[in-house]
């Protein structure tokens, strides 16, 4: 697999991803998808394709938090799904996750990782939404995810981690910014620095501590090209210490990517 592709690769990859939507929908007796449009690059380039894909039988929830999502992205999640002559709404989950603060009893908590478990309620609130509709009109829920966060797990166990296909899962952060170029998707948007929209002021690239055109080239190296994390740190000129905590971030989420474990059981041995 190549990191940085071409037109050619770029129009062969936009056609074998609508063509995925197409088959999935159909596959599962579906009568269409319904998507999270958060205003940033990984959902309006999902947007255009399923777009394409759906025509009319794929719509948008946008669903910001107020006070902490930018009006900014609300105007371009709007953009999006009216420039695509997307069906869509805006919900606001605010009072949902207030709710869900209030009614769980803390208090008998240690509390370890605070932040982090507040956080997560907001993704998974969206992912309620967004099964709430796929069940009002049987859609399918189309994931937004790429490859850089699944490997890295840098998503919510069952919040934006929580869909039914992933069209764009096999592409890198990057690749994914070269695609969305190709089909259409405006610049400002594919510039925008990326944010999971967790807290106000949150961006991707100063949580994960590296940017993603590095974070990409090493976990490239690492897992397409079967590098050692030595070798990867001098072929790209970082500090290998660094290589080796992308190596224990894969590690520790890969959880996240498997189904849940049963139990076995000795008489069906």
């Not at 037109?7 to 939507?21: M, S």
């Not at 609300?74 to 869900?100: F, K, N, Q």
């Not at 055109?213 to 897992?223: N, Q, T």
């Amino acid at each position: 697999m190549k990191l940085e592709l071409q037109e050619k690769e770029l129009e062969q990859a936009r056609r074998a991803i609508v063509r995925f939507i197409e088959e999935e929908v159909e596959r599962a007796g579906a009568s269409g998808g319904v998507l999270g449009l958060s205003g940033g690059v990984d959902s309006a380039l999902t947007a255009f394709l399923a777009k394409e894909a759906l025509g009319d039988r794929v719509r948008a929830l946008i669903m910001p938090e107020r006070g902490v999502t930018s009006e900014q992205d609300v105007r371009d999640a709007i953009s999006v799904a009216e420039s695509l002559e997307m069906r869509y709404d805006v919900v606001e989950i605010g009072e949902v996750v207030d709710s869900v603060r209030r009614s769980f009893p803390l208090s008998a908590f240690t509390c370890l990782r605070p932040k982090l478990a507040d956080a997560n309620i907001k993704p998974r609130v969206r992912m309620l939404m967004l099964y709430l509709a796929s069940n009002l009109d049987n859609l399918l829920v189309i994931g937004t995810g790429n490859r850089t966060e699944l490997l890295l797990g840098y998503f919510t166990k069952y919040g934006d981690g929580g869909v039914d296909l992933l069209p764009i899962g096999g592409l890198y952060k990057t690749q994914v910014r070269a695609l969305a170029r190709h089909v259409g998707v405006p610049e400002r948007i594919v510039c925008k620095p990326p944010s999971a929209g967790l807290w106000a002021g949150q961006r991707d690239e100063e949580e994960l501590g590296m940017s993603y055109e590095v974070l990409d080239a090493v976990l490239h190296a690492l897992y397409d090209l079967g590098r050692s994390p030595e070798e990867v740190a001098e072929s790209l000129g970082i500090e290998v210490e660094h290589v080796q905590r992308v190596v224990e971030m894969v590690r520790a989420n890969s959880h996240k990517l498997s189904t849940p474990k049963t139990a076995g059981i000795p008489w069906r041995a």
